[in-house]
């Protein structure tokens, strides 16, 4: 039962400001060690950080970048993905995941997805597979993990590269494997909003490869092997101290932080399951690590609409397909051609959920969507 006996005025999308008050002296003691060492880029605390992460995730290496993006495009550039090559992958998702794959040069080709998890559909992924196919590009969604084994054995079959864009699901688990942990490389975004996050940018490939580890340390620091020693081009994507110093930190809390969020999906489940809505699936066989709870409301316009105007926070995570982006008008897509997605992208709406909302936050949310 929805209690709304003292509402709270306004419920905000995100809020750190109680997180940063509980780690900021024990930060601020690593900013004014890392002052004092004078040094602030690729220091002690990344190469922890790399470390502990890549432990947390269950893979051999952690290579810290300055953010999710670079992520994707060093690790596609690391696996030799570039002109001529095709790389499946999702529409419905942030851009910066079909960007990469054109920034090194390749083609996205966008594959359906499945109505119930948001994630990528093995059948139309497999339908998608031609002899320009290099790689599959799988995005386990607002922290739900997709289905890697169905395109784990896709790429086994084919010959392909998996890359996974985690960048929405540090802590997300298919089966007893962690994202990121399963591809040739995992792709994570530490921008204030994630799962976890730093207070600025940041990211990190996670790889088993020695090949592909020694690649991507050049890559992300101009293509040096060795001071002044270039052997390609490669970009400035480096991790900073300070920050690196706050996700080891935020890294110990991490599975307090999950289950705080589980706590709130938890509630969120019990007080809209009556209604006129689809609330997230979650993993037989898994952990969703809720970096969005994203709900399917067939008047998801008005519902959103009346949010805004009791001054509760939501994000329309994702308004249109990429496929249907006009950068990509060129690939001749057309309305109709993946109708999950179409369908889906008409329906969907996030709710807040970070892991100090109060039950009164969510109450107050669930009490304005019934009266929708």
């Known amino acids: 039962m929805i209690n709304q006996s003292k509402p709270v005025q306004s419920v905000p999308y995100l809020s750190l400001q109680k997180e940063f008050n509980v780690l900021q002296t024990e930060w601020f003691k690593s900013i004014e060690t890392i002052g004092g060492s004078g040094a602030f880029i690729l220091g002690s605390n990344v190469k922890a950080f790399e470390q502990e992460a890549a432990e947390y995730v269950g893979a051999k290496y952690g290579i810290a970048v300055a953010n999710g993006t670079d992520a994707l495009v060093l690790s596609l550039r690391a696996l030799d993905i570039g002109p001529g090559d095709e790389v499946i992958t999702t529409p419905f998702t942030f851009f910066a995941t079909a960007e990469a794959i054109s920034v090194v040069g390749a083609t996205p080709v966008f594959a359906d997805v499945l109505e119930n998890s948001f994630n990528l559909d093995p059948e139309s992924v497999e339908s998608k597979i031609s002899d320009r196919t290099r790689a599959l590009l799988p995005v386990h969604i607002f922290g739900n993990p997709a289905d890697m084994t169905a395109i784990g054995q896709l790429a086994k079959t084919h010959g392909l590269k998996v890359v996974e864009d985690a960048a929405q699901a540090f802590g997300a688990r298919d089966g007893d494997a962690a994202v990121g942990s399963i591809g040739d490389t995992g792709?994570?975004?530490?921008?204030?909003?994630?799962?976890?996050?730093?207070?600025?940018?940041?990211?990190?490939?996670?790889?088993?490869?020695?090949?592909?580890?020694?690649?991507?340390?050049?890559?992300?620091?101009?293509?040096?092997?060795?001071?002044?020693?270039?052997?390609?081009?490669?970009?400035?994507?480096?991790l900073d101290e300070v920050q690196a110093a706050l996700l080891r930190i935020k890294l110990r809390k991490l599975e307090q932080y999950i289950a705080a969020r589980i706590r709130v999906a938890d509630r969120y489940d019990e007080l809209l399951s009556d209604l006129d809505l689809v609330t997230p699936v979650r993993p037989e066989n898994g952990r969703h690590a809720f970096?969005?709870?994203?709900?399917?409301?067939?008047?998801?316009?008005?519902?959103?609409?009346?949010?805004?105007?009791?001054?509760?926070?939501?994000?329309?995570?994702?308004?249109?397909?990429?496929?249907?982006?006009?950068?990509?008008?060129?690939?001749?897509?057309?309305?109709?051609?993946?109708?999950?997605?179409?369908?889906?992208?008409?329906?969907?709406?996030?709710?807040?959920?970070?892991?100090?909302?109060?039950?009164?936050?969510?109450?107050?949310?669930?009490?304005?969507?019934?009266?929708?």
């Open 187 to 238: 792709c994570f975004s530490f921008y204030p909003t994630k799962v976890l996050g730093c207070y600025g940018d940041g990211g990190l490939i996670t790889a088993s490869s020695d090949e592909v580890k020694a690649r991507l340390l050049k890559l992300r620091n101009h293509g040096a092997s060795a001071p002044f020693t270039h052997d390609e081009l490669g970009c400035n994507s480096r």
């Open 291 to 372: 970096n969005l709870y994203t709900i399917r409301h067939p008047r998801r316009d008005a519902l959103r609409a009346y949010l805004n105007e009791h001054k509760v926070g939501s994000s329309q995570c994702y308004p249109s397909g990429l496929h249907l982006q006009a950068v990509y008008s060129q690939l001749g897509y057309q309305s109709g051609d993946l109708p999950v997605v179409d369908r889906i992208c008409r329906e969907t709406l996030s709710l807040p959920v970070f892991p100090d909302m109060s039950d009164q936050q969510i109450e107050r949310v669930c009490w304005l969507v019934a009266e929708v």
